[in-house]
C-alpha cells in the first residue's frame, strides 16, 4: 500500500528566502508525482506534474523534482513572497485512478 | 474554458440522513474523481469514474456510491451519514485517466 509523507509539516520563513518542502512515497512504482497548493477552505491547484521517466519540472519560480529509486520528491521555492502562503501536498499515482496524498506542509511567509 | 465546479458549496445533514453532492467537469474532460479531505489531512481517493462507468475505488464503504452522465458531469451519494463524514469533498477532471487532475472548490459536509 502506497504511503505518502511530507516533511515538515508546518514552515514559517521571511519574505525572499528560498525554502524546500519534501515529500516521500513508499513504491517507487509511481506513474507520476504532482504538486498541488490548497488556499484555507479552498480546492487544490495543479503546480507540477512529474511523470515517471522525468526527474524534474519548472514553473517560474517553482522547480520540482522527483528520484523514483529512493521514493523522494522536492519541491524548490525560489524568492518567497507572503501570497505563496498556503497549504503544499504532494500526490502520486501508482496505477491509472488512485491517487495518495500527503498529509501537506503549512506554508507562512511573513512580509 | 469552463473550469471544474462543485455544488453545493455547504451543507449541513444529521446523522442517518442521505446526500448528493455534485460536480460538472471541465470541458473536455471524461474522468472524474472523488475525494474525501477531513480536516488537517490530504485528501483520501473514493472512487473515480471514466465514460460513465467506475474506474477503480479506494477504502470506502458501500454506502459511498456515484454516478456519471453522459455529459460527464458527476454526483457523489453517501447514504446513512455518520459524525466522521464530515469533510470537504473534492472533485477533479481530467482529460484521460492519466493526465493532470483539475479540482473543483469543493463540497463542505457537516454531519451533526
Known amino acids: 500500500k502506497q504511503e505518502v509523507t511530507q516533511i515538515p509539516a508546518a514552515l514559517s520563513v521571511p519574505e525572499g528566502e528560498n525554502l524546500v518542502l519534501n515529500c516521500s512515497f513508499t513504491d517507487s512504482a509511481i506513474y507520476n508525482l504532482q504538486w498541488f497548493r490548497q488556499d484555507p477552505g479552498k480546492g487544490l491547484t495543479s503546480l507540477l506534474l512529474?511523470?515517471?521517466?522525468?526527474r524534474e519540472q519548472t514553473s517560474g519560480r517553482l522547480n520540482a523534482s522527483l528520484d523514483k529509486s529512493s521514493g523522494r520528491s522536492t519541491l524548490y521555492i525560489a524568492a518567497s513572497q507572503p501570497g505563496d502562503s498556503a497549504t503544499y501536498l504532494c500526490?502520486?499515482?501508482?496505477?491509472?485512478?488512485?491517487?495518495?496524498f500527503g498529509a501537506g506542509t503549512r506554508l507562512t511567509v511573513k512580509p | 474554458e469552463t473550469g471544474v465546479t462543485q455544488s453545493p458549496t455547504h451543507l449541513i445533514k444529521t446523522r442517518g440522513q442521505q446526500v448528493t453532492l455534485r460536480c460538472s467537469s471541465q470541458?473536455?474532460?471524461?474522468?472524474v474523481s472523488w475525494y474525501q479531505q477531513a480536516l488537517g489531512q490530504g485528501p483520501q481517493f473514493i472512487f473515480q469514474y471514466y465514460r460513465e462507468e467506475e474506474n477503480g475505488r479506494g477504502n470506502f464503504p458501500p454506502r459511498f456510491s456515484g454516478l456519471q452522465f453522459p455529459n460527464y458531469s458527476s454526483e457523489l451519494n453517501v447514504n446513512a451519514l455518520e459524525l466522521d463524514d464530515s469533510a470537504l469533498y473534492l472533485c477533479?477532471?481530467?482529460?484521460?485517466?492519466?493526465?493532470?487532475?483539475?479540482f473543483g472548490p469543493g463540497t463542505r459536509l457537516l454531519v451533526l
Open positions: 470541458s473536455g474532460h471524461n474522468t
Open positions: 500526490a502520486v499515482s501508482s496505477n491509472n485512478n488512485d491517487m495518495r
Open positions: 512529474i511523470q515517471s521517466s522525468q
Open positions: 477533479a477532471s481530467s482529460r484521460t485517466n492519466v493526465e493532470t487532475q483539475y
